[in-house]
C-alpha cells in the first residue's frame, strides 16, 4: 500500500483551523460601572447596592448607627492607658459619641477603683453592656440621650435603702 503525501493536506489544514480558532482571543469582559448603582426589585424589598459582580449590600443603617448603645465594642485597652475603671470608661468612650458625666462626687470611687486584668480586653460586646461590665454590679448604667452624657448611679446593696 503506498501513502500519498498530499492526502493530508486537507486533514492537516482542518487539524490547524481549529488550533488557531481556539487560541483566538474573547471578547473582553464587560466592564462594571465605576460608581455602585442601586437595585431596586419590588417596592416592598429593600433598596439593594450592587458593590462588585457578585456582591449586593442593602441600603440601610445597622442597629448599632441607629441606637449608638449597640454599637459593638471589641478592644484591648493598653495597660499604659488604663489602670484605673474612670481612665478603661474614658478609653472605651472616646469615638463611641458619648461624653462621660464627671461632676458627680460620688463617683469619685468609682472612677478609682482599678482595672481588673480581666477587663483588659473586652468585647464584642455592645457598648452599653461593656461600660456595666466596667463599672460592676453595684452601679446602674444612666444615659442621657439629649447629651449624650453616659453617668452611673450607685445601686442599693443588700437591705441598704435608697435616699
Known amino acids: 500500500m503506498l501513502i500519498r503525501p498530499n492526502c493530508y493536506r486537507p486533514i492537516i489544514a482542518a487539524l490547524a483551523v481549529v488550533l488557531v480558532s481556539g487560541c483566538a482571543s474573547t471578547p473582553d469582559e464587560v466592564l462594571l460601572p465605576a460608581t455602585p448603582t442601586p437595585v431596586q426589585e419590588s417596592s416592598d424589598s429593600p433598596v ?6 457578585y456582591t449586593l ?33 474614658r478609653y472605651v ?39 456595666q461590665l466596667l463599672a460592676g454590679a453595684a452601679w446602674h448604667l444612666s444615659v442621657d440621650e439629649r447629651t449624650r452624657e453616659v453617668c452611673f448611679i450607685a445601686a442599693p446593696l443588700n437591705g441598704e435603702l435608697r435616699p
Open 57 to 89: 449590600a442593602e441600603l440601610r443603617p445597622d442597629a448599632g448607627q441607629h441606637d449608638l448603645q449597640l454599637q459593638i465594642i471589641d478592644l484591648r485597652i493598653p495597660a499604659t492607658v488604663a489602670t484605673t475603671v474612670g481612665d478603661a470608661i
Open 48 to 53: 439593594l447596592l450592587r458593590q462588585g459582580r
Open 93 to 131: 468612650l472616646r469615638r463611641s459619641g458619648y461624653q462621660l458625666c464627671e461632676g458627680d462626687p460620688a463617683l469619685v470611687t468609682l472612677w478609682a477603683l482599678p482595672l481588673p486584668a480581666a477587663h483588659m480586653q473586652l468585647g464584642p460586646l455592645p457598648l452599653n453592656q461593656t461600660l
